[in-house]
């Protein structure tokens, strides 16, 4: 009962801040907004979308107020304070200014949705991250890398598969509706090792996962079993030569930093595809179809209601089931990856010729408003010609 009226009390206590922002509005708006603060994607990529909107040409000329409530990552939420007008205090206005009728030009909006992928990925491309470390945390961060077995200057590597943990734990209501977009730990250790050899550490994210990882190699670190920090999670993701990952909120949060990243098993393909950019390689789960035991070509996928699946249960119905990708998929597109950024990836005629079917076929299906970016793994494309329906012997 307390706290109901303390929250009246604040609500008629804003009554004159909003009326007065109201009356402004003709000279100067001043607008209220609440972070999307449940979850860490949200919370970092909603944020540095609307960030990189408010720096477009005439994006700006508002004074914009948030406030935010239990934080997914304080250290991210103590990151954005530096670059908004941030209080607990602006709670009541925002609310107030909800409940009255006409307040909408007062509002912050925070989206991320299919409308904005492709817009999100071009301003990210156009405008630098906003997010930065201060120099305490530099150096807390690089010790905190040394102490984790990474040597000194080593360049090193983040990746992390999505599976049931976290949910389970943290939202049991949930639990399951997304866990078609779940993948094996272990499919990653070969790509792990692997660039190993080539002069990087590995470091396996997640904040709550389902089982150690023991790779048997002293530079790939389980951090997520062993070593997590909600600074770290940020740290690491912001720092990393590049990241390896499932569609997660801890990849969005690389994605914030405008980290390379190769997004492997790739499930929510009208979001996913429009996302990665021109430093990006992606690879999918591919669609089985149960009856006809076949796999699904991407032109039938364009055309069918497994584009756009959002939650486990569709599977069934849709008679469907996705394959994760293998350990030797990943391997194969993480090399293609760290090869691309040093400089030294070689495509041949029939790679460039297979990204230009797969791509048009997209585009003809009006899946794309801009012209694509990114790349599916050339390898991938390779070993599953069904995708675009050509015989193997044809490229």
């Known amino acids: 009962m307390l706290r109901k009226a303390a929250k009246g009390l604040a609500l008629i206590l804003a009554v004159p801040f909003v009326l007065l922002a109201r009356l402004l509005r003709p000279i100067f708006t001043i607008r209220f907004g609440r972070l999307r603060e449940d979850r860490i994607g949200h919370l970092a990529m909603n944020t540095e979308y609307y960030l990189c909107r408010h720096d477009e040409p005439g994006g700006g000329g508002t004074l914009d107020l948030f406030f935010y409530g239990a934080a997914a990552n304080m250290q991210l939420m103590l990151m954005w304070s530096r670059v908004l007008t941030m209080s607990r205090l602006v709670w009541p206005a925002w609310k107030l200014n909800t409940l009255l009728p006409g307040g909408k030009a007062n509002e912050v909006d925070l989206p991320l949705t299919n409308a904005d992928y492709e817009r999100a990925r071009d301003l990210f491309t156009r405008h630098a991250a906003h997010l930065f470390f201060t120099p305490e945390e530099e150096d807390r961060g690089r010790r905190a890398l040394r102490m984790m077995g990474v040597p000194q200057g080593m360049p090193f590597v983040c990746f992390h598969a999505r599976d049931a943990a976290f949910l389970e734990r943290t939202s049991p209501s949930k639990y399951g509706y997304h866990d ?64 390896i990952a499932a569609n ?18 790739v499930t929510q393909f009208f979001a996913e595809l429009l996302l990665t950019g021109p430093k990006d390689v992606f690879i999918t789960k591919r669609v089985w179809l149960e009856k006809e035991e076949r796999f699904m070509s991407l032109r039938e996928l364009v055309s069918s209601p497994a584009w756009e699946i959002r939650c486990s249960g569709q599977l069934e119905a849709l008679g469907i089931k996705l394959i994760e990708n ?70």
């Open 180 to 243: 078609y977009r779940d993948s094996s730990i272990k499919n990653f250790l070969p790509a792990a090792r692997a660039l190993t050899s080539r002069g990087y550490a590995l470091i396996r994210m997640g904040a709550v996962v389902a089982e150690p990882l023991d790779s048997g190699d002293t530079l790939v670190i389980d951090y997520a079993s062993r070593h997590r920090t909600e600074f770290l999670d940020i740290f690491l993701a912001g720092k990393c030569a590049f990241f």
């Open 326 to 395: 293998t350990a030797e998929e990943i391997l194969e597109a993480a090399t293609e990856l760290e090869e691309r950024l040093r400089g030294v990836w070689r495509e041949t005629p029939e790679d460039l010729e297979r990204q230009r079917i797969f791509w048009k076929i997209l585009q003809d299906a009006g899946k794309l408003n801009q012209p694509p970016v990114s790349r599916i793994a050339a390898g991938f494309l390779r070993r599953h010609p069904e995708i675009l329906e050509l015989p193997a012997s044809r490229l």
């Open 248 to 265: 997660s909120g801890i990849a969005d949060v690389a994605e914030t930093f405008r980290r390379p990243q190769l997004r492997t098993n």
